[in-house]
Nanobody, 123 residues
């Protein structure tokens, strides 16, 4: 079974940084794309960033470009989301997701999801 464990959320002041981790198991990591999504209260889920573990291709939503960086440690089966210059509007529950796909200009469909980790950015 695909298992995804997101962690690293917390409370931070605007302008601060957090690093989220998504630890994956139950599948061949190198063949999968991993994505980060977020959902704020009362809003639809938004794709934030994703990465192909095979070739490192990435995608970022316009709202996070230049502030967030996604990376993959294939030896640890873990994907990270480094979030800098955080804004109050980044407040949301962040989820990681995975699927046997590649990133080609956009995040692919993801069929497996982990639990969320809450990020709260205070103004």
């Amino acid at each position: 079974d695909v298992q995804l464990q997101a962690s690293g959320g917390g409370l931070v002041q605007a302008g601060g940084s957090l690093r989220l981790s998504c630890a994956a198991s139950g599948f061949t990591f190198d063949d999968y794309a991993i994505g980060w999504f977020r959902q704020a209260p009362g809003k639809e889920r938004e794709g934030v960033s994703c990465i192909s573990s095979s070739d490192g291709s990435t995608y970022y939503a316009d709202s996070v470009k230049g502030r967030f960086t996604i990376s993959s440690d294939n030896a640890k089966n873990t994907v990270y989301l480094q979030m800098n210059s955080l804004k109050p509007e980044d407040t949301a529950v962040y989820y990681c997701a995975a699927d046997a796909a590649v990133v080609a200009g956009r995040c692919p469909y993801f069929g497996s999801w982990g639990q969320g980790t809450l990020v709260t950015v205070s103004s």
